[in-house]
């Protein structure tokens, strides 16, 4: 199966809740990256890992965290929410190293009350 | 800090026009400029991306034109259609640092008019 596919397409969750948002990487992609994207605007940059490892981190605070996973599939993990926090979530995967092309899953449109 | 500075805003465009949008960016460490199209309800698509050794690249209608002394860079789009109605950003990422981060301007919203 080629292409990002991101879990769940839509998301409410009450303010001071936690949230997780699931990204599978295009076959091939050992790096995988963050996005959020609020309406409106151009994606901002939360972080980056490679082959597990965060190697970038955007201007998030904190209870913005991450995992990826030995298939390379990766987790976005939201703690605390806020009502600013709402936003389509992106996740772009690539291959690593010197090749720069970015594949952008659907996203994740998640809305705090 | 805006690290990409993309215009305009919004742009209306006949059928068969040219549109054009302008981004000028700031971190000369920037090594690799890419235009992104979205649709509503979908991710950014990569269109076409440039490297800062060339000033010109074409594919198909697009085209992208950089220049380096003036840190700016720009996408025409020729012959426009209905179907590229869309949104629009440039964006710009570097190396530096670790990792490849995209920074991405503020999007332009094309209409393309029959």
């Known amino acids: 199966e080629t292409g990002v596919t991101q879990s769940p397409t839509h998301l409410i969750k009450t303010r001071g809740q936690q949230v997780t948002l699931r990204c599978s990487s295009q076959?091939?992609?050992?790096?995988v990256s963050w996005y959020q994207q609020a309406l409106g605007q151009g994606p901002q940059f939360i972080f980056q890992?490679?082959?597990?490892?965060?190697?970038g981190r955007g201007n998030f605070p904190p209870r913005f965290s991450g995992l990826q996973f030995p298939n390379y599939s990766s987790e976005l993990n939201v703690n605390a929410l806020e009502l600013d926090d709402s936003a389509l979530y992106l996740c772009?995967?690539?291959?690593?190293?010197?090749?720069?092309?970015?594949?952008f899953g659907s996203g994740t449109r998640l809305t705090v009350v | 800090q805006q690290q990409v500075k993309q215009s305009p805003q919004s742009l209306i465009v006949q059928k068969g026009g040219i549109s054009i949008i302008n981004c000028a960016y700031e971190?000369?460490?920037?090594?690799?400029f890419p235009w992104y199209q979205q649709f509503p309800g979908k991710g950014p698509a990569l269109l076409i991306a440039?490297?800062?050794?060339?000033s010109e690249k074409k594919e198909g209608r697009f085209t992208i034109s950089f220049n380096k002394s003036a840190k700016q860079f720009s996408l025409h789009i020729m012959d426009s259609q209905p179907g590229d109605s869309a949104t629009y950003f440039c964006?710009?990422?570097?190396?530096?640092?670790?990792?490849?981060?995209?920074?991405f301007g503020t999007g332009t919203q094309l209409k393309v008019e029959l």
């Open positions: 772009a995967s690539s291959s690593g190293g010197e090749y720069y092309g970015y594949t």
């Open positions: 076959s091939g992609h050992n790096t």
């Open positions: 890992y490679y082959r597990e490892e965060e190697n």
């Open positions: 971190n000369t460490a920037f090594d690799y």
């Open positions: 440039i490297r800062p050794d060339v």
């Open positions: 964006a710009a990422s570097s190396m530096a640092g670790g990792g490849n981060k995209l920074t």
